[in-house]
Structures are given as structure tokens and as C-alpha cells.
């Protein structure tokens, strides 16, 4: 059996991703690809992976999960998707350290179906952008609760992904920047359900709908209509004109008013993300998706 993990990151796809999965249910279930919805295992898989302490889930274990989410015995691929998966939102800076939780948490994921073809697929996010996000989601709790004592430089994802891959060389990791989700999102989606470019899928156009004006995204579909692109380059290439042309300024553009933060800090972040996303990028094990 093929086990998938999406696992965010936070304040990336809002679940948009699982939500386009589910609309192909019947497509994918007859090819043995299993969709559950997450509410059928969001709290039930951190629970199973807590009580392993470390070690691998047995026969009785691996069976609670699969009565809990399997609608069918015949599937072969088993995606899980939620970004509560890897910590809660107040958790991703915590003493100090961006996405401390995560090495425990995805071994301990690895380990539920020992024997499966494991993969965890992750949206990289700017920590400039993510940080005000986080804040917005968590309304109750302020930026100092949220940041502690952090440098806002220390938030590095090399770091997070080198620590994972230390504690478990053997997994393998697709990634990509939640900033280029837009211009990735159909071969992410498929990548999700284990299949080719070429499939058949509904909700390619989902997070466009999202970001683009009706107009624009009606144009853009009558083109792809018209002029089929030849090769995935070739979409892609199409869809950053029309998201040009056509994006929601107020969907794309993020404001960012945090204490201390001003352009200076915001341009370095960014900045040191580019340059963590290359070298995680050349890191073994991890296929980076880029457009």
C-alpha cells in the first residue's frame, strides 16, 4: 500500500487541495486511490502516532486507522491531508525554533504503516508572510505570544527540513513553494493522488478561482479551450500571463504591520527563504517541485 501525508505547511492551501481530491472521490476510488475526508483522522492519527513512542505500529494499530477511513478494502493508495498533522498553529515557533515538532511528528507518521510506500508531501511558506498569517488565524494570541523571544531570521526552513531528513534519511519528501502553488497546482493535485499528468481531473482551476476575476479566469479557460498547451511548460507559462493580467491585487498581496518589522527585515527574510528553498532544493531525498 502507498500511505500519503499533506502536511500544509499552515496558512498555505486551506485545505483547497483535499477539497479538489474529494470532488474526484469516484474517479479515484476506482483506482484504488482512498480520499477520507480529514475530520475521519485529523485527531485519531497524531493519537495512534503519540502512543507508539518511537517505535512501529503493529497488525491491531495499522487496522484501527484503516476501519477508521477506508470506505473501500481494495484501494492501494491512502492520502491523508490536513496541516494539523504536523503541529498546531501556535505550535510553529516554539522556543526559538521553526517547526520543532516536525522531525518527531513525521517519523512517527513513517512508522504507523512500516511497511507501505510512505510519502510526505509540504507548501513551503515566507516566514515574512507566514508569521502575519499565523497571527490573523490564531485572533486570540499576540504577536509576542506567538513569536516569543524569536529572531524573525531565525525562522529557516533548511534547517526544519535538514532536522527531519536527519532523524529519517530514508523518507522522501515532494516540496514546493506555496508561492508558486498557482502556477503548480494541477501537477500537485495529481501528485497527491499517485497519478500521471495526463489524468483526468476536476478542480484544476479551484485556487485560480480564488485569486483570478471571473473575467480573467473565464478568458484564461477559453484559451486553454482554443489552444490546448502542447506541454505542461507551455500552461504554465500561459497562466502567469493571465495571472498578470488578471489577478485579485487584495488575494495576492499580503500587508505586513508586525512589531519591529520593517521593510529591511521583511526584503532579508525573504531573501533567506530563496536561498533555504535552493539549497533544499539539491537536498537527497527531496523532489522540489518549481515552475
Keep these: 500500500m502507498q500511505i500519503v501525508y499533506h502536511l500544509g505547511a499552515h496558512c498555505t492551501d486551506d485545505e483547497r487541495l483535499l477539497r479538489a481530491l474529494l470532488k474526484n472521490r469516484g474517479t479515484l476510488e476506482a483506482q484504488g486511490i482512498s480520499v477520507p475526508a480529514s475530520r475521519q483522522y485529523r485527531t485519531l492519527l497524531p493519537k495512534v502516532a503519540k502512543s507508539l513512542k518511537g517505535g512501529y505500529a503493529g497488525a491491531d494499530a495499522q487496522q484501527v486507522i484503516l476501519d477508521a477511513v477506508m470506505e473501500t ?5 491512502l492520502v491523508f491531508s490536513h496541516d494539523g498533522l504536523i503541529c498546531f498553529p501556535v505550535n510553529v515557533v516554539a522556543d526559538g525554533v521553526f517547526y520543532a515538532t516536525a522531525p518527531m511528528r513525521i517519523a512517527s507518521y ?3 504503516f512500516p511497511e507501505a510506500e510512505t510519502e510526505f508531501h509540504l507548501a513551503l511558506r515566507n516566514p515574512a508572510t507566514l508569521v502575519p498569517a499565523l497571527i490573523e488565524r490564531a485572533a486570540d494570541r499576540s504577536y509576542d ?3 516569543g523571544d ?3 531570521m531565525a525562522l529557516r526552513w533548511a534547517p526544519a527540513i535538514e532536522r527531519v531528513l536527519d532523524q529519517r534519511p530514508d523518507l522522501h519528501l515532494t516540496l514546493w513553494c506555496n508561492e508558486d502553488t498557482p502556477l503548480l497546482w494541477p501537477e ?3 501528485g497527491l493522488a499517485g497519478l500521471g499528468p495526463d489524468a483526468m481531473l476536476e478542480g484544476d482551476f479551484d485556487l485560480l478561482a480564488t485569486i483570478m476575476t471571473e473575467d480573467g479566469l473565464a478568458e484564461l479557460k477559453a484559451h486553454l479551450d482554443a489552444h490546448p498547451p502542447a506541454t505542461v ?9 493571465f495571472l498578470d493580467r488578471f489577478a485579485r491585487p487584495e488575494e495576492i498581496e499580503v500587508e505586513i504591520a508586525l512589531p519591529g518589522w520593517d521593510e529591511a527585515l521583511v526584503a532579508a527574510m525573504t531573501a533567506a527563504y ?3 528553498c535552493a539549497e533544499i532544493a539539491s537536498m537527497p531525498g527531496v523532489t522540489f ?3
Design 73 to 77: 478494502e481494495t484501494a492501494q493508495r
Design 233 to 241: 511548460a507551455e500552461r504554465r507559462e500561459i497562466t502567469a500571463d
Design 188 to 190: 500537485i493535485l495529481r
Design 150 to 152: 524569536t529572531d524573525p
Design 110 to 112: 513513517a512508522n504507523l
Design 289 to 291: 517541485l518549481q515552475p
Design 145 to 147: 505570544e506567538v513569536m
Design 274 to 276: 530563496e536561498e533555504d
